[in-house]
């Protein structure tokens, strides 16, 4: 059964095709927070895509629709994959993209959800994952992860344990993943959300900088062949 899915779409100011990032929500779905982090990146330069993965007749009214929601995709990893790669064919599609330099993003559930999409092979500039979910039923084999990956992990998180931070590591080694992995102390799940109790001003400002340079600095640097 077709699932109608009404993501949105945020263009920079001037003239494209610009870099672009697909941004995946946190388990609650897509709403004003997502939309707050697609306008930060569109700021800086990015045609973002803030992916609608549960569907427009889908997306929860509270916690606990977003927990009962949230787990079809968390159970079911390739159908996260196939949600995943669908709202990655929308940009694809879009000619304000700049098709060489796409970018996914996703925080917790994004988070997990963007690492499944790495793991399908696509050909990505970048991955960032912001405590997001770092098991997996189908793990990468050499080869099949083609892009950098940016992984923002909390120590002694109860949503991401320890144990998944293991398997991810031992994945990426067999994988042969090209990762970088920051791992934070005195921080809880969800810190960078204005909307959560959690929410850590200084610590959501310290890691946007990050994810914004890392960005940055994986961007392709087209040469200028104007006439000076």
């Known amino acids: 059964m077709n699932t109608e899915l009404e993501s949105i779409l945020l263009l920079p100011d001037g003239k494209g095709p610009f870099p672009a990032v697909l941004l995946f929500h946190e388990y609650t779905g897509l709403n004003e927070t997502v939309i707050n982090h697609a306008k ?52 694809y599609s879009h000619p304000e993209v700049d098709l060489s330099c796409i970018y996914a993003l996703g925080f917790s559930f ?30 990468a084999s050499s080869g099949d992860v083609k892009c950098p990956l940016l992984v923002i992990h909390i120590k002694d998180d109860p949503v991401v344990p320890e144990q998944h931070l293991r398997m991810f590591e031992k994945e990426a080694y067999s994988a042969e993943v090209d990762y ?27 890691i946007w900088k990050k994810i914004l340079n890392w960005l940055e600095n994986g961007k392709p640097r087209h040469l200028n062949t104007g006439v000076l």
């Open 110 to 139: 994004g988070g997990g959800a963007a690492l499944e999409l790495a793991r399908t092979g696509v050909q990505l500039q970048g991955v960032a994952s912001v405590y997001g979910y770092l098991d997996t039923s189908n793990p």
């Open 180 to 206: 970088e992995l920051h791992l934070l102390d005195n921080a809880r799940h969800g810190f960078i959300n204005p909307e959560a109790e959690c929410f850590d001003a200084r610590l959501a400002d310290e």
């Open 40 to 91: 930060r990146l569109a700021a800086f330069g990015y045609a973002v895509l803030a992916a609608d993965f549960y569907g427009l007749r889908n997306r929860p009214s509270n916690t606990d629709e977003a927990r009962s929601t949230h787990r079809i995709y968390r159970n079911d990893r390739l159908l996260m994959r196939k949600r995943a790669r669908a709202c990655l064919d929308v940009l």
